[in-house]
């Protein structure tokens, strides 16, 4: 079964980290753009990060760049990323997207607060 499963989500203090993952299954994922997007509450969807078929070049929102960090293990056909310095707007639903195979995970939630 062609899916994307995300997890990792959780609540988190302002400051601090998490790592979500995006498990690919019934594809290679190394031959394939995969992207985040989140979705705020009352907000629309909304690209984060996302990273290139084979050569992995990355590319960031401006709201999350220099504090979330892309990347992609081929040997465990996986996306992650890697969230540091959490703010309370990055409060979201977190999703993996691969455009190309018109794929969605349901979502994970993210929430940051004190």
């Known amino acids: 079964q062609v899916q994307v499963v995300e997890s990792g989500g959780g609540l988190v203090q302002p400051g601090g980290s998490l790592r979500l993952s995006c498990a690919a299954s019934?594809?290679?994922?190394?031959?394939?753009?995969m992207n985040w997007y989140r979705q705020a509450p009352g907000k629309e969807r909304e690209l984060v990060a996302g990273?290139?078929?084979?050569?992995?070049?990355?590319n960031y929102a401006d709201s999350v760049r220099g504090r979330f960090t892309i990347s992609r293990d081929n040997g465990k056909n996986t996306v992650y990323l890697q969230m540091n310095s959490l703010k309370p707007e990055d409060l979201a639903v977190y999703f993996c997207?691969?455009?190309?195979?018109?794929?969605w995970g349901k979502g994970t939630q993210v929430t940051v607060s004190s």
């Open positions: 997207n691969v455009p190309n195979l018109g794929l």
């Open positions: 019934g594809f290679i994922a190394s031959s394939y753009a």
């Open positions: 990273i290139t078929a084979f050569r992995g070049t990355t």
